[in-house]
């Protein structure tokens, strides 16, 4: 979960592969990912990323979606996400986006007030984006505990409780603004049972991993892009 350098070359890319697509027709759904490694894929490969699973899932589904840009990378914090990828997010216009994040603020120590007091104002700054509201889903921080390699990164704290804390911060702050949430805090301690579903690294979840949280997440998307919020 060690952060990376943030580049120039970063910002560059992720803004050409999103504006090449400008001129798309306005009924096509602009989806963007915000988030941290378990976004952007670490331990398996974007494509493999629960975010592109669901773009493929839903334009099976015959629902126009295109994802636009996964702007997660891996060691991020909400600060780099308000300071990084809400700029670019800003630009490429999105129409639908997701946000998992929080596992790094809590690696780091930070307190349970600053985190819900800057997830919060991430929240608000991606919805001001968006032309519907209700298009901003939300995912909980999965369980990295139950990995080979988690219990190196918890400092002697209780990982699972200390996960579970920030998750209620995360459902709060979601309520608080009407937004849906999808718990896949549960099914990733599955990875301490089947060591399939955990990648090469001993922490992050593998291709298979990502399929199931992908699983998931699929019918509360369908029904937030097909207007049904039930």
């Known amino acids: 979960m060690k952060s990376k350098l943030f580049s120039l070359s970063f910002v560059f890319i992720i803004l050409s592969a999103g504006l090449m697509h400008a001129q798309n027709s306005p009924a096509e759904i602009r989806y963007i990912a915000i988030g941290d490694s378990y976004t952007v894929g670490t331990g398996s490969s974007p494509q493999e990323a629960w975010p592109t699973l669901l773009t493929k899932h ?32 800003k630009k490429l216009k999105p129409t639908f986006a997701t946000v998992l994040i929080g596992v790094n603020d809590w690696v780091r120590g930070m307190p349970a007030s600053t985190f819900s007091a ?8 991606m919805l001001k ?35 579970t804390q920030f998750n209620d911060i995360i459902k709060k702050e979601a309520k608080a603004r009407g937004l849906n949430v999808v718990d896949i ?28 949280w992908e699983n998931l997440i699929y019918p509360q998307a369908k029904r937030i892009l097909l207007g049904d919020h039930r």
């Open 58 to 89: 839903l334009q099976k589904e015959g629902i126009s979606i295109r994802l636009v840009a996964n702007l997660a990378q891996n060691g991020w914090t909400t600060q780099n996400a308000v300071e990084i990828e809400l700029p670019i997010y």
């Open 118 to 125: 800057r997830f919060g104002n991430l929240l608000d700054e």
């Open 129 to 163: 984006e968006l032309p519907n509201k209700d298009r901003l889903l939300i995912m909980t921080i999965p369980d990295f505990s139950v990995t080979p390699m988690g219990a190196s990164f918890g400092n002697v704290r209780d990982i699972s409780s200390g996960i």
């Open 185 to 212: 805090f549960t099914l990733s301690q599955q990875m301490g049972q089947d060591p399939s579903l955990v990648a090469d690294d001993g922490l992050h979840p593998s291709a298979k991993e990502h399929a199931l």
